[in-house]
């Protein structure tokens, strides 16, 4: 199982990214793919998810609006577009990969331990 994240990088505050999430070893259309961010000196938050299977997104409130999560099945790929960027958003993104049963049983979708592999996480900083 293999899960590589790109698309990171330095913007100015009001800038965009879009990140990408590449699945392999996995069936793709029975996971929840989400998206989790480690700023400097702090724990990792959920920030947003989608069932690869029926394309449902979730997000957290602090992107709520200006983070759009989509996924291509053809592709096993998931991206993440990011706008309007703050320097709050600054941080090493990951992807991780959960099965969505286990996901949808509890209605939680930014819980860390539900989320069986993880990628190598993409930084991104956003500057002021």
């Known amino acids: 199982v293999q899960l590589v994240e790109s698309g990171g990088g330095s913007v100015q505050a009001g800038g965009s990214l879009k990140l990408s999430c590449t699945v392999s070893?996995?069936?793709?259309?029975?996971?929840?793919i989400g998206w989790f961010r480690q700023a400097p000196g702090k724990g990792r938050e959920g920030v947003s998810s989608?069932?690869?299977?029926?394309?449902?997104?979730y997000y957290a409130d602090s992107v709520k609006g200006r983070f759009t999560i989509s996924s291509d099945s053809a592709k096993n790929t998931v991206y993440l577009q990011m706008n309007s960027l703050k320097p709050e958003d600054t941080a090493v993104y990951y992807c991780a990969a959960g099965p969505d049963i286990v996901l949808y049983d509890s209605g939680k979708y930014f819980v860390e331990d539900d989320y069986d592999y993880w990628g190598q996480g993409t930084q991104v900083t956003v500057s002021s």
């Open positions: 070893g996995l069936p793709f259309d029975d996971y929840m």
């Open positions: 989608i069932s690869a299977g029926d394309g449902s997104p």
